[in-house]
């Protein structure tokens, strides 16, 4: 793990980056690398977030300025910014259950080929997908999901990238923290070694390749 | 009592001690308000909580825990918090006692559709489909008829939210079933006859011989 | 949850059962369980257990009166009674990769159809199993595993079974809790509802059918 | 120094600052003795832990912290415990920088064996399937030659670990390393000569020009 201010870790993303945000309707988003994002005008990024959040807020910034061409979630009802896009065919946006949605980026993070789950079959969502019988029963092939960066926000992380979520802000962070070539870490707070007791470290250190710094 | 008070309050009636229960946006949200204060019903926020508790004082909520719809929430002595692979591991798992979703349409043999319509806009299905496909009881809490137009329909023809039959449908008309793979009329609304209910469902009902009224 | 003796929750297990056991060399593995399982002369059983532990600790009883007639796990090294079984056949053993087995499990906890792993490929592993091609690359179709009963081990257990682990005794426990039609859960400690805070449960309440209390 | 130090000093100088590193069983376990003090380097038990520390002192161990043949262990400021879908996720994901482990055979194009002798006893894979197929470098420690018979065959006739390739072989006579699919010798032990290597090795070895000593 390495300290870095939010504009340094920003500039590590390219234009056309595939972007994995964690957050849930801007909850447990790293609000301070999407305006980082927005500053620095990164342009054709692929997004891959369970939502679009609203207007200004969590990945919701980065419809303002039209940065994302593609998006891969499983909800944009709340950003009529990103429906217009949608509509408007300047975005490509693949929607998908949100239960197979986070099982793809596990699977992205955890070595596997893919998953196999009940939920779509039957619906236009079997669409293109393999369907395969365990037990008489069918199931769809669903595929792992990667980023080449991981925007992750912490509620704790202490001095070797240990983290600790709050609340309903932990959400897919820990999924996406395995999921990516790269992982960026915010954190509310920046706490010595041992503040996080051994138990309660959700993503180890290990995990992290940058966090930035609180100032 | 309003439409949306008959339903929640008639569904309320379907949760049980000890259940795990998730609740949808709309209507399905007003169910934890009739749920009573003595039984004990863990409500799952699929955004990554058991224990939701009502909306918080003023001043009290916390910005890092709300609904799925990012709304501030409480949480209850004895709530968790997990992440959405847990939180979707306990809905598709069938962990889920019961969930209570809105519906656009519900057909005779008690399938669903409730995220799509061609044409409009598509917000997405979020967490709609697992929740069908996974939890152990699924009742539809809606409506009877939109617009003069009954959402009791003899085939979907909006897009399917699962292949798997609802278990409920509880419209501020009737309580309806599907033994059998068949809309079974169980309950009419307080002051509702059964000729008025198969009067506006388009879906053919079976009628027991005796239908009680909702007692709520 | 129902609080319950050892001594009645292993009543509820029959001759024959499923039982999937947490722990790992015996660490994190309800021994009041496994006591009362010998005490009550239950036979038959068909375990999931990563490990056989060593004669004496943990599943290892199990062993001493060849309670066991059918085991899946990933490794018998250090036990010699279930060795010796083993080979003379008295008892069939499915021996599997261990992160094979914990995502088996999982996916019989949460719902999957399955998983797709590159662990295996070949080698003996893939004997009888699909092969399936991901973008090239194949992986062996691995399905569920579930349980009649999981008898689990925790560290805190709140009034209301909500439950926290120590250390490396977590390992299986928190996926068997998921994994089987009846959960039941010995605890190091009972505590009140809060002492285990929401972001520090592991398995939520709900989950857990029967907590044994502690004397 | 005897065959073991050997091979665990020269294992030891592979690690990098940072790295995630799984050490098996038996000469692997000794390589965390050769780490430079200063240079911070994350152990994993496949059991559930990042931080592995040394055996702790006499009175200080805690029954729930045991590496993964169930030893007591103690923990490093700045451990963390997990759960072992975690742990192997790590491990099949190629979170796990280094797994260090022993070997049966390792043949001429990098192929392992090391979890059965057919007829014998099978103790099971445990974890090791997985180590050698996810983390992102794979090194096998062990002696050059048992009984008499080179470890390093021109192809394996014991049961493979993994379909993967392993990267670096360090033995008590050699390092070889597998540039290209082909077994190539890269170091020689103190006082050990190439001739005297491939008189011992049963794979065709690849020789280049220079094959310097291991500087341990």
Known sequence: ?215 | MDAQAIIARRVAQELRPGNLVNLGIGIPTLVANYVPKEMSVFFQSENGLIGTGPIPEQGMSHPLLTDAGGRPISALPGAATFDSAMSFGLIRGGHVDVTVLGGLQVDADGHLANWMIPGKMVPGMGGAMDLVTGAKRVIIAMQHAAKGKSKIVAKCNLPLTSSRSVDLVVTDMAVIAFPGGKATLLETAPGVGVAEVLAVTEAELTVPDNVPQMKL
């Open chain 1, 1 to 215: 793990m390495k300290p870095v201010s939010a504009e340094d870790a920003v500039a590590l993303i390219p234009d056309g980056a595939t972007i994995m945000v964690g957050g849930f309707m801007g909850v447990g988003t790293p609000e301070r690398l999407l305006d980082e994002l927005v500053r620095q005008k990164k342009s054709g990024l692929s997004l891959i977030s369970n939502d679009a959040a609203t207007p200004g807020k969590g990945v919701g910034k980065l419809f303002e300025g039209a940065q994302v061409s593609r998006m891969i979630g499983t909800h944009i009802g709340l950003n009529p910014k990103a429906q217009q896009q949608m509509l408007g065919n300047q975005i490509s946006v693949d929607l998908i259950p949100q239960g197979t949605f986070v099982e793809r980026i596990r699977a992205g993070g955890c070595g596997l080929g893919g998953i196999l789950t009940p939920t779509g079959v039957g619906t236009l969502v079997e669409e293109g997908k393999r369907k395969i019988e365990v037990d008489g029963k069918p199931y769809l092939l669903e595929t792992p999901l990667r980023a080449d960066f991981a925007l992750v926000h912490a509620f704790l992380a202490d001095y070797v990238g240990n983290l600790s979520y709050a609340l309903t802000a932990r959400n897919f962070n820990p999924l996406m923290a395995m999921a990516a070539d790269t992982v960026i870490v915010t954190a509310e707070h920046i706490v010595p070694i041992g503040v996080i007791a051994p138990d309660h470290v959700v993503t180890p250190g290990p995990l992290v390749d940058y966090l930035v710094s609180n100032g």
